[in-house]
Every structure is written in C-alpha cells, then in structure tokens.
Antibody, heavy 119, light 108 residues
Framework: QVQLQESGPALVKPSGTLSLTCAVSGGSISSNSWWTWVRQPPGKGLEWIGEIYQSGNTNYNPSLKSRVTISLDKSKNQFSLKMTSVTAADTAVYYCATDYSGGGSYGFWGQGTLVTVSS | EIVLTQSPGTLSLSPGERATLSCRASQSVSSNYLAWYQQKPGQAPKLFIYGASRRATGIPERFSGSGSGTDFTLTISRLEPEDFAVYHC?????????FGQGTKVEIK
C-alpha cells in the first residue's frame, strides 16, 4: 500500500519561497505514475497545482506556472514542490497525491500540511 | 482549461434518503476521465469513483457514478450517517486537471 507524507515549513513569509517534500513509502517513485500537488485554502475547494511523471515530464496549473516547480528525487523516493513569491493567498493545506501505477485518478493522498503565509 | 461546476452547493437530506449530485463540465471530458472524491473535515480527499462510473476499491455499492461528455452524476442510493461529507468531482482527461467547487451533503 503506497503511503505519502508531506513535510516542510508551516510558516512562510510573504514574498518568500514555499518548499514542501512528499516522501513515498510502500512503492517506487520510478513506477509509471503521476506525482501530484493539490492545495485547499481554508474553507474552500481543491486546487490542482501540478504533476510530474516518473520520466520527469511536468504539467502545471497555468495560473501558478510562473511560480511553481515540481521535481523528483529518485534516490530518496520523494518529490518536491517549490513555489516562489508567495502571498497570503497561498495559505492553504497542501496535499501530495498519486495515481500510482496509472489510471489518472488519485487513489493515494498524503494527510496534508497547512502552510501559512504571514510575516 | 475545463471548468467543472457542481450543483447544488449544499444538499440537506436525512439518513436513508437518496442523494443526487451533479458535475457539469465546460467542455467534453476526454474518455470520461471523471472522478469523485469524498472529503471529511480535517481529512484528505478519498477516491470514490473513477472513469465516471467505476467504484474504487472498498467503496459501497450504494455509491454510483454515471454520465458522459459534459454531464456527470454521483448518486448515493440510501444515505448512511458516514456519508455526510463534501464531494468533489475532478477531470483528469486533459491538463490542467481541474476540480469542481464541491457539494456538501449535510444532515437535515
């Protein structure tokens, strides 16, 4: 059973960079899967941030593309999110998710981590 | 980008009643790659339906998905107490993947 665990700073200053990591256990990040980041501002709906395939191919939400980078670290079996120039509007619970072994829908999710942007 | 519109925003029903949730897409969803997720407070979303009509592993038969093209429906035949939650639809047929704004099913 694939398990995902997000980690990273809970507080980021405005104009700073948000950096999160998703550790994968029970499966290999080199499998034919999409590794995804989704966020949810407090009291709001889900927003898809972007994804990376095991080959390194990436897709991003156009509204965030200029500020977001998703990368893989196969040696550590994890993937990461970097978001630059953050504002209070980026305050949200950030989830990592995957369609492990294909299909496209997200059968596996991390528990989520709240990131607050504030000085 | 495909915009998904869910309706209603909130559904107030009693246990034992039937729930019908709608998800409408601004353009056709490729290969009916439409999923439904259930989310409870403080928890991550959980996959319930994929491919518009296929139940994920362990999901009770009272949950069913239907539809194609731009109109999709999640039906809960008889609501159990544990079914009261928020349901999100998502299309994964094209990039960017997108979610609807969610429908809250609350106890009347």
């Amino acid at each position: 059973q694939v398990q995902l665990q997000e980690s990273g700073p809970a507080l980021v200053k405005p104009s700073g960079t948000l950096s999160l990591t998703c550790a994968v256990s029970g499966g290999s990040i080199s499998s034919n899967s999409w590794w995804t980041w989704v966020r949810q501002p407090p009291g709001k709906g889900l927003e898809w941030i972007g994804e990376i395939y095991q080959s390194g191919n990436t897709n991003y939400n156009p509204s965030l593309k200029s500020r977001v980078t998703i990368s893989l670290d196969k040696s550590k079996n994890q993937f990461s999110l970097k978001m630059t120039s953050v504002t209070a509007a980026d305050t949200a619970v950030y989830y990592c998710a995957t369609d492990y072994s294909g299909g496209g829908s997200y059968g596996f999710w991390g528990q989520g981590t709240l990131v607050t942007v504030s000085s | 980008e495909i915009v998904l519109t869910q309706s209603p925003g909130t559904l107030s029903l009693s246990p034992g009643e039937r729930a019908t949730l709608s998800c409408r897409a601004s353009q056709s969803v490729s290969s009916n790659y439409l999923a439904w997720y259930q989310q409870k407070p403080g928890q991550a979303p959980k996959l319930f339906i994929y491919g518009a009509s296929r139940r994920a592993t362990g999901i009770p038969e009272r949950f069913s998905g239907s539809g194609s093209g731009t109109d999709f429906t999640l039906t809960i035949s008889r609501l159990e107490p544990e079914d009261f939650a928020v349901y999100h639809c998502q299309q994964y047929g094209s990039s960017p993947r997108t979610f609807g704004q969610g429908t809250k099913v609350e106890i009347k």
